[in-house]
């Protein structure tokens, strides 16, 4: 007699062999069914399961490593479920997934072991991270440095020559696009292409098998998870940390008439969103969506995360169309949804760092700074808002008007978001990206006024066309030097702007030398080398990426750019900056500076609290005018002179020293970066005491209000 269990888990090592668990709240029956190793189409035995409450179990020992094995289920009919006793159901909690020749799916007995040696996940703060956003195969893909059955897989991602890479570029976290086992949509084998990206989930646990060296693919007892587990190793030990893109909030079953493989044949109408009718409720734009009202769909979720972050070695989530995650049984998106509460409840969870893409399609689905404190979510204001002063206001003052907006809204961005996101919550909170997998890349931001999505098959209907770009006058390829120097200072304006930026910034897979798509801005169905990262770069790329990791060597070295706390009335902490906003003439500026939107420039001078860092002030001039303009310094007390390390304009390193109060000439459409150097009369700031000068976030912009920073409990992943 099998004994009761409390919850599914799937597959388990017992004295006897092994317990399966699957929970269907509306099955009446289910067995397991053990196929062939060498056949997994070849049905070698069926196991009745028991019932316990919601829980069917079986324990065997005809499951030994290696071992194919799947569901049958059945239940009533009706028009909320979809049971179907002749098809083979994938377990939800699979490790190891096989295909069949006939292209169905099996789970897999997989030998769990590997050695992880004496290496330990990096412990870096979250105001040191520097996430760059990647694509396994397309990293590595057309890589000259490594042998060629090891590009485009983990073991190519963790290659010598790719860790090298990105150690010299200066990141600290590589964030992999989804690496569940996915499946392209049916539409799209139907049109001869493929989901590129991998947001279409066919296992939770299971690492994609065609990311893996050939080798490892046919290895069926574990070679793919070893190969996953190895790249973390490896990246690890060179200090990197390793996040994953994942997807939760729908599935590769699709809608209507969508391929069933396993949630569908095990309980439909608990598993899904259903209407009353039998329609899928799809919030996610993709066919379906999983229904987290539901105790048992909220287990997956924990389970999935606490298996990759425990077993795989995995630091920290991003989580596709977050707000699925948080809505309720009627529907609406609640901050206090229990699966977001266990997300950050959950023990096995307290090191890993989670981060909320904070919108969906369904009603009211645009949720940024609407998560509890410990998600950082992906700030798409700050995004839009320096796309809009540094290119669509420029394309304004190129054809005769204005810009659109002043420099308020860019300092509320740059200072942190303060009016987006609550207070206790802080600036780390907010992870700023200038562009991400989907939308265009930054350097097709100033090559193109439109998306080109011709390639993919739905007649320009797919892809943003609110971009915020603009082409320099000319669109997509030009030999005019002049565009060319314009498209490239506007490309450093927007990384300048990121990375001298308060929160936690995010590059994208080869802006750091300004890799085209040319001009395709939703290029998800593309495996080819439009998508695939060059490793080969021409003189200017080279000088783009030198200047990018100038930039990331500057936010290493100047704590200044990246306060933990934001200011608030009445209280004092340490670790945060003091930042004070000035006008052209170096005063500090004024309401009517910061409300007209003819005000294009402004300094920012931010002070360091240091906890455990040297002290550090930095000048940031910000000029958003199409016209030179004369810029007088502000003069800090005990400063002895300011030294120019970067400046927009310029291919190269700024060499220039100051006196602070100098008067100094800024291009158009550019901003610079100085260092202060000398100590304020009274020595370093004591590192409990930190004023804050900073705009108010739009609307109301009110410039020259000086208030105290209050004492708060640190964001998850901001302590070592």
């Given at each position: 007699m099998v004994e009761a269990v409390g919850r599914a888990r799937g597959l388990e090592r017992i004295d006897a062999g092994k317990r399966l668990t699957v929970w269907s709240k509306h099955a009446e029956r289910m067995e397991l069914r053990v196929f062939d190793r060498g056949d997994p189409d070849w049905l070698r035995t069926s196991i009745p399961m028991q019932r316990h409450g919601d829980v069917f179990v079986v324990e065997t020992d005809a499951l030994p490593t290696g071992t194919p094995y799947a569901l049958g289920v059945d239940?009533?009919?009706?028009?909320?479920?979809?049971?179907?006793?002749?098809?083979?159901?994938?377990?939800?909690?699979?490790?190891?997934?096989?295909?069949?020749?006939?292209?169905?799916?099996?789970?897999?007995?997989?030998?769990?072991?590997?050695?992880?040696?004496?290496?330990?996940?990096?412990?870096?703060?979250?105001?040191?991270?520097?996430?760059?956003?990647?694509?396994?195969?397309?990293?590595?893909?057309?890589?000259?440095?490594?042998?060629?059955?090891?590009?485009?897989?983990?073991?190519?991602?963790?290659?010598?020559?790719?860790?090298?890479?990105?150690?010299?570029?200066?990141?600290?976290t590589v964030q992999l696009l989804p690496v569940h086992l996915f499946a392209s949509e049916q539409r799209l084998i139907q049109q001869g292409r493929v989901n590129y990206w991998g947001y279409n989930t066919l296992s939770f646990f299971a690492p994609h098998s065609a990311y893996a060296s050939r080798r490892a693919q046919f290895d069926g007892t574990g070679g793919v998870l070893r190969e996953f587990k190895g790249m973390v190793r490896l990246l690890h030990e060179a200090g990197l940390?390793?996040?994953?893109?994942?997807?939760?909030?729908?599935?590769?079953?699709?809608?209507?008439?969508?391929?069933?493989?396993?949630?569908?044949?095990?309980?439909?109408?608990?598993?899904?969103?259903?209407?009353?009718?039998?329609?899928m409720i799809d919030y996610t734009g993709c066919g379906n969506t999983v229904d987290f009202s539901v105790p048992a769909a909220q287990d997956l979720v924990i389970d999935s995360l606490a298996y990759w972050h425990r077993e795989m070695g995995v630091d920290g989530f991003r989580f596709d169309l977050a707000p699925v995650l948080g809505r309720g049984a009627d529907g609406a998106f609640d901050p206090g949804h229990p699966l977001l509460h266990r997300i950050l409840a959950e023990p096995e969870l307290a090191a890993a760092t989670m981060i909320a893409e904070p919108w969906d399609v369904g009603p009211d689905g645009w949720r940024t700074g609407s998560f509890p404190a410990g998600f950082s979510e992906w700030n798409d204001r700050f995004r839009d808002t320096a796309r809009q002063f540094w290119l669509s206001d420029l394309r304004s003052f190129r054809h005769g008007g204005e810009g659109s907006t002043g420099v308020g809204p860019l300092a509320h961005a740059v200072s942190g978001s303060a009016g987006l996101f609550a207070h206790q919550r802080g600036p780390l909170e907010s992870v700023n990206l200038i562009t991400a997998h989907d939308g265009f890349t930054l350097s097709d931001l100033t090559r193109y006024d439109r998306k080109h999505n011709e390639a993919n098959g739905e007649d320009g209907r797919d892809g943003a066309d609110d971009n915020r770009s603009y082409n320099h006058g000319i669109e997509g390829r030009s030999d005019d030097v002049g565009v060319q120097l314009d498209r490239r200072r506007s490309m450093r304006n927007l990384l300048g702007t990121l990375l001298v930026s308060a929160g936690v910034p995010m590059l994208t897979m080869g802006d750091e030398f300004g890799r085209t798509q040319r001009g395709n801005n939703n290029a998800y169905c593309h495996d080819s080398a439009l998508t695939w990262m060059r490793w080969d770069r021409s003189d200017w790329q080279e000088a783009f990426l030198a200047q990018t990791r100038r930039l990331l060597q500057l936010r290493r070295e100047h704590p200044a750019l990246r306060p933990l706390w934001y200011g608030q009335s009445g209280q004092r902490v340490a670790g945060s900056s003091r930042l004070e906003w000035?006008?052209?003439?170096?005063?500090?500026?004024?309401?009517?500076?910061?409300?007209?939107?003819?005000?294009?420039?402004?300094?920012?001078?931010?002070?360091?609290?240091?906890?455990?860092?040297?002290?550090?002030?930095?000048?940031?001039?910000?000029?958003?005018?199409?016209?030179?303009?004369?810029?007088?310094?502000?003069?800090?007390?005990?400063?002895?002179?300011?030294?120019?390390?970067?400046?927009?304009?310029?291919?190269?390193?700024?060499?220039?020293?100051?006196?602070?109060?100098?008067?100094?000439?800024?291009?158009?459409?550019?901003?610079?970066?100085?260092?202060?150097?000398?100590?304020?009369?009274?020595?370093?700031?004591?590192?409990?005491?930190?004023?804050l000068r900073t705009p108010p976030s739009p609307p109301a912009v009110e410039g020259d209000a000086e208030v105290e920073v209050e004492a708060a409990t640190p964001a998850r992943g901001a302590q070592s």
């Open positions: 239940g009533p009919v009706g028009p909320w479920h979809a049971f179907d006793w002749s098809r083979n159901a994938l377990p939800p909690h699979a490790r190891g997934v096989v295909r069949t020749p006939h292209g169905q799916h099996r789970a897999t007995v997989i030998d769990p072991a590997f050695d992880w040696g004496d290496t330990a996940s990096p412990s870096i703060p979250l105001d040191r991270q520097v996430i760059y956003e990647a694509h396994v195969k397309g990293f590595t893909k057309l890589s000259p440095h490594m042998p060629a059955e090891l590009r485009g897989t983990y073991a190519g991602l963790a290659h010598p020559s790719t860790i090298a890479y990105l150690k010299d570029l200066g990141v600290t940390q390793v996040y994953l893109d994942v997807v939760y909030n729908h599935t590769a079953e699709e809608g209507a008439g969508g391929p069933p493989s396993s949630l569908r044949l095990i309980d439909n109408a608990s598993y899904y969103r259903v209407a009353d009718d039998g329609s000035c006008n052209t003439a170096g005063e500090p500026m004024t309401i009517d500076d910061w409300d007209h939107s003819h005000e294009r420039t402004m300094q920012l001078l931010a002070e360091s609290t240091p906890l455990d860092e040297p002290y550090s002030r930095v000048l940031v001039i910000f000029h958003g005018s199409p016209r030179d303009t004369l810029v007088q310094t502000p003069a800090p007390d005990g400063a002895t002179a300011l030294e120019l390390l970067w400046d927009s304009a310029a291919d190269h390193h700024g060499d220039e020293q100051v006196s602070p109060g100098a008067r100094v000439t800024v291009s158009a459409m550019s901003m610079r970066v100085y260092a202060v150097h000398g100590l304020p009369a009274a020595g370093e700031p004591e590192a409990t005491v930190m004023v």
